[in-house]
């Protein structure tokens, strides 16, 4: 069957009241975590995961694909209003929306952010749709040695590629690695790291360190600090853009998803890289460059499409290789594992309709935060206002009720500050979250592939590489640690790490 | 520039940073120490269960290093003045729900964590907050232990209306 067949039957399943329930309720949650400052579709996907244990898989992964989108398109509500990021991926709309916001014309800012958002979104699940046949293609010829390094350059580019420093993104993923490796060996039953305590026996539930890491130790970090109060702008005048803005915004939006989504898409790292690099083009492109850093449209239309357009890539490399590449997406692949499923080329022939009815959602959910967040964006501004010691306590509140409901015992508590603790270590000292989360999650799998790998050339190293499709990511692999390790050795290391932000 | 002057006056060993670099040795020697004393018996693959721990012992070895060498020319970021009190208070909070889920029940549990958090940010009266505290937990308990079948624990005020 061809592509528009797959995505016609995939909408006859996003279509099903109770999808389109699962679907809507992840839209709504994500624009509530993405409004609010602190929470992240990250945690929020984490908090959910011990709750969806006994719900429809389809339906779950809908909720979470939902979750994420919804995250994407609340967080640029914030960086307009507030001038604080509801999520990484929108620090750049706050530096031109804002300003709009100030200059009274917050309404168009948050317009164009959310129909750039709806663009993007759009072309880019249609992307997806046409580009994941290919990748399945060409995916269903790789071995263990491919994967394996495959999953290596995922490492290098998630840790040490971006951010402000690379020691501390390959510390954070080594702790990763390392939680990765506690608990019975899948192989040979062997116990690991475990030092006799049952509990660890099962290894570290991503659940518990998400929710720590994200929550206690943000709550933590948040409240040791207090930061300066910042003030909402309310918003003045019409929501609706003008015959200019139009004219000034469509052009921003088809680039900033071409330029998003394939970021995305490439085993690349966050949804921030696409985000800056569209504000810089649409700075070089405009008009009236005079305007930037005093409020021009066309730097909150451009990175906006290119955030969601990148939310839409990093499903490609996580539905056709099971490989996240942000925290959000090795949360949902843990969402997948809970279900026993194994995103991968094998689940688009085994269980096509799931595959193609989580694409086709993302359609359906599109437009449903359109019309969330254009004619309802006062309601979600009304969540700015709830007072900080309010918001945290719920935070916390629902944080623990993640984990007691994955494993009510105290050892799991125990862990859960244990991990905060280490979360609020890991910020205070500039280390990235990202990578610990995804290395607890990929490191048992690419050493499984590893093994895999040499247990058929019977030990033999050269294996690794064998194919040119495995020295290539090897190489691209150490591309990504040293170019930017040359490139601050010789002093433009700023631009990486303005690249690098904490994906929350 | 005076962000310059600043960065030259910090240009000293971190304190702080050196910790971390021995705390990262800590954690390469664990690793190691714990296959070594765990892993004989199956070396029957020449790759097998025992590998990747070495592997990541030596990583961690060597990112020891080079974040002492970091350390000890002052390349850490610099660090906001930072509050004790609000983390002990959090810290204070997640331990007493630790301590109390199992006898005194998700509710109560819950709910001093919820006032202990609020005072954390400055939200002080404790007699007023764990009341709300109790009541928002206990209504999350209805709706997540009874509605979606999880399993929180139940204590006293669980059992006295269930």
């Not at chain 1, 969540?383 to 709830?386: F, N, Q």
């Given at each position: 069957m061809d592509t528009f067949g797959l995505l016609a039957q995939g909408l006859l399943t996003a279509l099903e009241p109770m999808n389109m329930l699962y679907a809507l309720i992840g839209v709504t949650l994500g624009t509530a975590v993405g409004v609010?400052?602190?929470?992240?579709p990250a945690l929020t996907v984490a908090l959910l995961l011990p709750v969806t244990y006994k719900l429809d898989p389809a339906g779950s992964l809908i909720m979470f694909a939902g979750i994420y989108y919804g995250g994407m398109y609340g967080g640029s509500t914030t960086s307009i209003l507030l001038n604080t990021p509801g999520e990484s991926a929108s620090i750049v709309t706050a530096l031109e929306g804002n300003k709009m916001a100030r200059a009274g014309r917050g309404g168009p800012a948050l317009a164009t952010a959310a129909v750039g958002s709806f663009v993007a979104g759009l072309i880019a699940t249609v992307g997806l749709a046409f580009v994941a046949p290919t990748v399945v293609k060409m995916a269903l010829s790789f071995g263990p040695a491919e994967y394996f390094a495959l999953m290596i350059l995922a490492f290098m580019t998630v840790s040490?590629?971006?951010?402000?420093?690379t020691l501390r993104g390959l510390t954070a993923l080594f702790i990763g690695l390392g939680l990765g490796l506690i608990g019975i060996d899948l192989q040979t039953g062997q116990a690991r790291l475990a030092f006799g305590i049952p509990d660890l026996l099962d290894g570290i539930e991503v659940t518990t360190l998400a929710v720590a890491l994200f929550a206690v130790g943000e709550a933590l970090s948040v409240a040791a600090s207090r930061g300066g109060d910042s003030t909402i702008q309310a918003i003045k005048g019409s929501v609706w853009m003008t015959r200019e803005d139009w004219s000034r915004s469509w052009k921003p939006w088809l680039r900033g998803t071409a330029i998003g989504f394939p970021i995305g898409a490439m085993?690349?790292?966050?949804a921030e890289i696409g985000t800056f690099l569209s504000y810089s083009v649409e700075k070089n492109l405009a008009k009236k460059p005079e305007e930037f850093g005093h409020g021009a449209i066309e730097g909150v239309a451009g990175p906006e499409a290119a955030n969601n357009a990148s939310a839409a890539g990093t499903l490609v490399p996580l539905l056709t290789l099971g490989l996240p590449t942000t925290a959000t997406a090795a949360i949902m692949l843990a969402g997948f594992q809970q279900f026993g499923l194994q995103p991968g080329p094998l689940l688009f022939a085994t269980n096509p309709q799931l595959v193609w009815g989580l694409i086709a959602s993302l359609l359906v959910a599109n437009l449903m935060l359109l019309v969330l967040n254009l004619p309802l964006v006062g309601v979600w501004v009304r969540?700015?206002?709830?007072p900080l010691p309010w918001l945290y306590s719920g935070i916390l509140l629902f944080a623990t009720l993640g984990t007691i409901g994955a494993n009510p015992s105290t050892f799991e508590l125990g862990m859960l500050l244990a991990f905060g603790l280490l979360g609020y270590g890991l910020r205070r000292f500039g280390y990235p979250i990202a990578p610990v989360v995804v290395g607890l999650i990929l490191g048992p799998m690419a050493e499984q592939q590893l093994r895999r790998a040499l247990a058929i050339s019977q030990g033999d190293p050269t294996i690794l590489v064998h194919s040119p499709i495995a020295i290539v990511l090897l190489l691209l692999a150490a591309t990504a640690v040293l170019l930017p390790l040359y490139l601050r050795a010789r002093g433009r290391g700023k631009v990486l790490a303005q690249l690098g932000a904490n994906e929350d | 520039m005076s962000l310059d002057n600043q960065q030259q006056e910090r240009r000293r060993p971190d304190r702080a940073a050196l910790v971390i670099a021995a705390l990262l040795m800590v954690v390469s020697l664990i690793i190691a120490w714990s296959t070594a004393s765990h892993g004989a018996g199956a070396n029957y693959a020449r790759v097998g269960p025992t590998t990747f721990p070495y592997v990541i012992a030596v990583a961690f070895f060597g990112l020891s290093i080079w974040t002492f060498f970091e350390a000890w020319r002052g390349d850490f970021p610099e660090r906001e003045k930072q509050e004790i009190s609000p983390i002990l208070w959090i810290v204070g909070g997640l331990a007493a729900q630790m301590l109390l889920l199992k006898t005194a029940g998700f509710s109560i549990a819950t709910g001093l964590l919820f006032a202990a958090t609020a005072r954390a940010f400055g939200r002080g009266a404790l007699w007023k907050t764990i009341p709300i505290g109790i009541v928002l937990a206990f209504v999350v308990w209805i709706i997540f232990a009874k509605g979606l079948q999880l399993s929180l624990p139940a204590g006293p005020l669980e059992h006295l209306l269930f």
């Open positions: 609010l400052p602190g929470i992240g040490a590629a971006f951010g402000d420093s085993p690349a790292g966050g969540l700015l206002t709830i | -």
